[in-house]
């Protein structure tokens, strides 16, 4: 490695766009100068013995390792050379190496392990710079890691790792999340309860199902005293070790709970004696760190609710759409958001709205669509008294409406040529002129949101949008993945419809059967969650029992063939009603699929389903697929 080498990781590092990714190309980039055989980050646990593998690639990890939540590492010095097969992490490695990632203070921030199956390979020198570029490295590293928490820690018995708990919280009942975050948090750490205790203004409130364990009530209501005012100090620090609140024994530990900058509440840990310690509050903060955006989003669901508008549903919405989200909040740039019919193109839009500075003006909605291209300018800018036939008195249009708050244009692209020009003018200027007046242009301050279905950039080519609204709008993008390509929470989408339509209905369905599950998760939905919605609807009505099953889907649901997206040679599967046959054709389904799109790169696969690449990797042998079938 030269000197641009070891710039040539730095910057191949940075841009990384969260840990589990930063990580990932680090491990890349080493096996690649080292031309090691095997190569993988991990992570010393804090409170425990032993080492948690992160990342791993090339060679495929040995099998007693595959679900291995805690491994034990020999050689953890710097370039410690191992040569003993039982100490290796690969199949068919025979020499191994450690490179170690420390912190300012030289404790241990993460290793990587390189392995190569002949001893010739391993270059000292190539090790020496390695180690060399390796401490410009740590500092970005543990950036990530301060700022994100998506890699999972200290994950328990059953491997589970924070891609899933991302599935396992995505809920907008505040209840049924207490209870899921509550098994996470007490799989994690010694604790004796846990408590939820959201912000509402001076107060904390113990949300009804937020205490769980075993401890006596908390009031429902926690003003700040003497007694409790460490808990709301801990909206902006952890506290350890505290006496618990009014009635709770023993001793408390608090961990913020922060949205952005917003401090949304606290997690009460409760313990006994000196649990639970300052490694637990660690952990804690952040699997909290990890939490807070589904108490966002369930907060913002129950707040629609509230008001009696439809509620703002974001389940199963990727997490990096909605950080992009975040980050263009505070803009007042218009946005362009592109995405398949049915995608949730306005629930976006409304989200961006509610955590903007502009979330107590007005949110206002128009659908390009409802247009009439005689009266377009009209509609959008208003109009003057006797402009035209019928303008009995002056209007206002929806951009004076939406004054001082957000205007979200969904089908953007059904503006004729001309009416383009003039909201170019608008969204530039601020400026708008209603039709017929004759004084000045009146100032407006709107932020401006737009969504379509359709490429406006092969529009343009066409000549059917304006290139210079297109460069306009062009800037802030958010696209929404179709259902199809978001399977991983296909099930948890539905479940939460369902929850919604039975409740409406007053009909106790717990769920569905193994056989509707399998009908559902085989669609490809080209109307997406619209249609989704649709579907359990019709069957929320014709179900009679308590879990609905695969009959009351539409036919087309049923008569899916699994040919049209598994290799040739594995031949057309019918729809199969032997549950463990047809999760063993869905996973296929799946994997080919989700390789075809990452064009054979298992690292472009982890990062675009959110799966562990070692879980990747077994998947594919166990199907017997290659990486190298699905390249170009």
Not at 129 to 156: C, G, N, Q, W
Not at 176 to 197: D, N, P, Y
Not at 346 to 371: D, G, Q, V, W, Y
Not at 463 to 468: E, I, N, P, Q, R
Request: proline share 5%; with cysteine.
């Amino acid at each position: 490695m030269s000197e641009n080498a070891s710039l040539g990781l730095l910057n191949f590092v940075s841009g990384a766009v969260n840990s589990k990714d930063a990580f990932a190309r680090l491990v890349e980039k080493c096996r690649e100068y080292s031309r090691a055989d095997g190569a993988a980050a991990l992570r010393a646990h804090t409170h425990r013995p032993g080492y948690e593998i992160l990342i791993t690639e090339g060679r495929t990890l040995k099998p007693e390792l595959v679900f291995a939540t805690s491994i034990e590492l020999p050689g953890e010095e710097d370039r410690e050379v191992t040569r003993d097969k039982k100490d290796l992490l690969f199949s068919g490695t025979r020499v191994g190496a450690n490179i170690a990632l420390r912190r300012e203070d030289n404790s241990p921030l993460a290793m990587i392990r390189l392995e190569w199956e002949n001893p010739e390979d391993m270059a000292g020198e190539i090790l020496k710079e390695l180690l060399a570029s390796i401490p410009f490295v740590t500092p970005l590293m543990e950036h990530f890691r301060k700022y994100d928490s998506r890699i999972s820690v200290h994950p328990p018995s059953g491997d589970v790792r924070y891609e899933e708990i991302d599935l396992e919280l995505d809920t907008p009942d505040l209840e049924v999340f207490f209870r899921k975050l509550h098994h996470i948090i007490s799989s994690r750490i010694k604790v004796g309860a846990t408590g939820c205790l959201l912000k509402d203004k001076e107060t904390l409130v113990v949300e009804p199902g937020a205490l769980l364990g075993k401890t006596t009530a908390l009031p429902p209501r926690l003003e700040k005293n003497k007694e409790t005012s460490w808990l709301f100090d801990a909206m902006e620090e952890p506290k350890s070790n505290f006496p618990g609140p009014g009635e709770t024994p023993g001793k408390s530990a608090a961990v913020p709970i922060l949205y952005k900058k917003e401090a949304l509440g606290v997690m009460l840990l409760i313990g006994s004696r000196n649990s639970p310690s300052a490694d637990d509050v660690n952990i804690v903060r952040e699997i909290m760190d990890q939490a807070a955006i589904f108490i966002k989003k369930a907060l913002l669901f129950r707040e629609t609710k509230m008001q009696g508008v439809p509620p703002l549903l974001l389940v199963g919405v990727q997490r990096d759409v909605l950080e992009l989200a975040e980050s263009y909040a505070e803009a007042d740039a218009s946005i362009l958001i592109k995405g398949e019919t049915g995608t949730g193109k306005e629930s976006i839009a409304r989200f961006l709205h509610m955590i903007s500075p502009r979330i107590n003006k007005p949110f206002f909605t128009f659908n390009c669509a409802e247009l009439v291209e005689s009266l377009a300018e009209s509609q959008l800018f208003g109009h003057a008294k006797g402009s035209f036939t019928g303008a009995t008195q002056d209007t206002i249009g929806i951009f004076e409406q939406a004054n001082e708050g957000t205007l979200f244009l969904d089908e953007i692209h059904l503006l004729s040529p001309p009416i383009q020009a003039k909201f170019l003018r608008v969204i530039e200027t601020g400026e708008i002129r209603p039709v017929g007046s004759s004084g000045p242009s009146r100032k407006t301050d709107v932020r401006t949101i737009v969504a379509t279905n359709r490429d406006l950039q092969t529009m343009v080519g066409e000549g059917k949008f304006l290139h210079d609204l297109f460069m306009r709008l062009d800037v802030l993008e958010i696209s929404l993945v179709p259902l199809r390509q978001n399977r991983q929470s296909l099930m948890v989408i539905a479940a939460t419809i369902l929850r919604q339509l039975a409740a409406k209905s007053r009909k106790s369905i717990e769920g569905f059967t193994p056989r509707a599950k399998q009908a559902l998760l085989m669609y490809d939905y080209p109307g997406n969650i619209r249609e989704l919605r649709n579907i359990i609807e019709k069957a929320v009505v014709l179900c009679q029992e308590n879990y609905i099953d695969a009959p009351l889907l539409p036919q087309k649901l049923l008569k899916i063939k699994a040919a049209t997206v598994v290799p040739k040679e594995i031949g057309e599967v019918d729809f199969e009603v032997n549950y463990e046959s047809y999760k063993s054709d869905s996973e296929l389904v799946y994997v080919t699929q989700l390789l075809e799109r990452a064009r054979g790169s298992v690292t472009e696969a982890a990062r675009l389903s959110g799966l562990h690449r070692t879980h990747i990797y077994n998947l594919m042998k166990k199907h017997d697929l290659t990486a190298d079938r699905f390249k170009p």
